[in-house]
């Protein structure tokens, strides 16, 4: 028997598939044994022959156009059964080769190059399916055009994954972690104490800079980090007679006092190099390929090493270009301060339940899909019987199968405005690590989240909806399958993230 090797983007489906691919042989086996499949056919014949008695004697030639008639229809759904329903060729589906890192790094699925054929999968417990010619066809042409639709979207970084994994960084040694707390007490303490004393108030330029430990102005400026010392010995830092001759505890071939400089900036054992070290060097390749700034080094350490900022400390300077900058020139008046506020407010009230939810429902769309496919395949038999072989059936459920196959490249497109998104607006090595800090603009970054989780929902709708002009009623019916097959999951994703807020303001569960 010929084989179809067909392919499919994830595990679950090639599953489902198979599966649906496996019953609806079975039934079709069924049909024919039982001569159900031939009903079409019988109910052709009769239907014709009481058209002609209908027609009456001064109708001409009844019999001629009657055969005619049956004839030329008989063609039609002898090739729709041959076509549709026949299973001839047999299934080995594959699951393609996703390239992970290529991935992370585009924000969209990146198929790898090669062959793929060692994930194929061609019988469940020993049983084989078979597949009709149409419906391979199908199967091919909706895969290709999705792959080929992906491929089109273009690679750009995926801020919201480094986000996250800068995000899971953090001093985990906690020697390392009380050596910094010393350094803040030591070094970073009095140099602020210092520069308050000289200045009175810091410039807005310098304001970002010496509000963490690795302060450039204090490493580089005379008088801050080079005057300051550690509070005790240090190891790893050799005794110096000229600095350590009057410091307790110390001597020739024990450690010494370094000044905050060379506690801070030693290229081997000084706090930057450590703090370093703590970071996955995957991650520092992904972060570089980035950001190109020299402080793009500085900013992931000093995300470990600070405390995060987010929408309490109210800085909204970076606004994204909304309807307040188009309408109003970007004057903000008492009012649309208090609309603001109130806004962020809730906006962070709602976020982490809104979030919650999403999460779950991007996980679960994939899988709905694939069952969605599954219930499908198996339909096929009695729509094809019922529908007596009609070009109309086999036309609505090759527009459903593509369209459902399709929905696969919408979510990715979602994905890809999730992240793209972030650069189109803030498209700057500073403004990127502003947005990644959450800092200056806390309260785009609600509004850029809420926009960009409902475009998982939006985009499908949207193609569902165009197939619903152009006469294919399936798009109606596929669109409500992956709602309400979504949103459960959903809807439990948004519970739990209700409770763990409840949980964090006080409430009980």
Partial sequence: ??????????????????????IHNAIWNVMTSTALAAIPFIALIASEWFKARQEGDDEGNKGVLTINRIETRLYVMVLILLFTCQPILQVQLTTVD????????????QFAGGEWGESALSAIDGETANIPVWWAFVHAVSHGMTGAAITAIPCSTDFQSIRTELDLNSVEDPVLKREVGE??????????????????SVEPSRAHDVDWIGSRFF??????????HAGRPVTGFPYDADRDVSRPNTGPGQPGYPTCREWWSSSDVGLRARLHDQVDSGFWDSFRSVFTSNEAEDYVIRRMVSPRSGAASGNLDQAVVGYRDLGGGGRAGFWDSIVTGAGAIGGGLSILPFSAGMDMLKQALPMV??????????????????????????GMATFGLFGTWFLTFWWELARWIDSKLIDLIYNSDAAKMSWMAAANNA????????????????????????????GMRVGEAVGSSVKGGAGDAQGAGKKGGDKTQSTASGGKI
């Fill in 1 to 22: 028997m010929l084989t179809a090797p067909l392919v499919v983007f994830d595990y679950l489906t090639n599953a489902l598939v198979m599966l649906g691919w496996l």
């Fill in 219 to 228: 490493l580089d400026t005379p008088g801050y980090y080079d005057s300051f």
């Fill in 443 to 470: 309260y785009d970054k609600l509004v850029l989240q809420f926009v960009e989780g409902m475009m998982f929902l939006v985009l499908p709708a949207i193609w569902l909806g165009v197939l619903g002009w152009a």
């Fill in 98 to 109: 996703v390239d992970q890192r290529r991935s992370q790094e585009c924000g969209t699925r």
């Fill in 183 to 200: 350094f803040q007490l030591a070094c970073f303490g009095p140099a602020r104490n210092r520069l308050f004393q000289e200045y009175g």
């Fill in 369 to 394: 899909q694939a069952i969605l496919v599954m219930a499908l395949v198996i339909c096929l038999p009695f729509v094809m019987v019922i529908s007596g072989y009609s070009y109309r059936a086999v």
